[in-house]
């Protein structure tokens, strides 16, 4: 059974750019859903992705979007970008209406300078 | 921001010790769920819980969903290096598509 799959692990971009992290979900998921992780804090849910539209949203500006694909992988998007973006990306895929089947990816962290 | 208190932020002891968590919320949740980090991971499940005064044991830990529904707490028993990291509780929705997390305990164990 494949878990989570993140990509890139790292990244460093400069303000106001764009960034797309990507999301492979555990096999047999068909649910998405995209936390951020402040340094020394909890995951905070930014939405969730279920047949290929939201399913929900956090308290995340517009310029935090996503996408869900066929085979339930996702994307997620942030536009110009802030320094208070900078953060540890985690995926979770489950299967729609799991209240515990989430398996969480080892995340991207993306720096902002 | 969170709506989840969770205490200590931090502990640090022997090996062998027990050790005692808590979480707190101002929302009633529907279930509440217990994770640990590793550093450079995402957070891993350890238990669930999904009644009111439910009582749940996974080896050496043991958590309870609080008779309100807006607490839960989480022992480890005869703790060993193994168990450093960060601990989460997490609340989920009605909804069902959103976790609620706490701040984290840092617990560290010194052999």
């Known amino acids: 059974e494949t878990g989570v799959t993140q990509s890139p692990t790292h990244l460093i971009k400069t303000r106001g750019q764009q960034v797309t992290l990507r999301c492979s979900s555990q096999s047999g998921h068909n649910t998405v859903s995209w936390y951020q992780q402040a340094l020394g804090q909890g995951p905070q849910f930014i939405f969730q992705y279920y047949r290929e539209e939201e399913n929900g949203r956090g308290n995340f500006p517009p310029r935090f979007s996503g996408l869900q694909f066929p085979n339930y992988s996702s994307e997620l998007n942030v536009n110009a970008l802030e320094l208070d973006d900078s953060a540890l990306y985690l995926c979770?895929?489950?299967?729609?209406?799991?209240?515990?089947?989430?398996?969480f990816g080892s995340g991207t962290r993306l720096t902002v300078v | 921001g969170q709506q989840l208190n969770q205490s200590p932020q931090s502990m640090f002891i022997q090996e062998g010790e027990d050790v005692s968590m808590n979480c707190t919320s101002s929302s009633i949740f529907n279930t509440w769920l217990w994770y640990k980090q590793d550093p450079g991971e995402g957070p891993v499940l350890l238990i669930a819980l999904y009644k009111a005064g439910e009582l749940t044991s996974n080896g050496r830990l043991t958590a309870q969903f609080g008779i309100t529904r807006k607490d839960s707490f989480l022992n480890i028993s005869a703790s060993i290096p193994s168990d450093v990291g960060i601990y989460f509780c997490?609340?989920?929705?009605?909804?069902?598509?959103?976790?609620?997390f706490g701040g984290g305990t840092r617990l560290m164990v010194k052999p």
């Open positions: 997490a609340g989920h929705n009605n909804a069902g598509n959103m976790l609620t």
């Open positions: 979770a895929s489950s299967s729609h209406g799991a209240s515990y089947g989430y398996t």
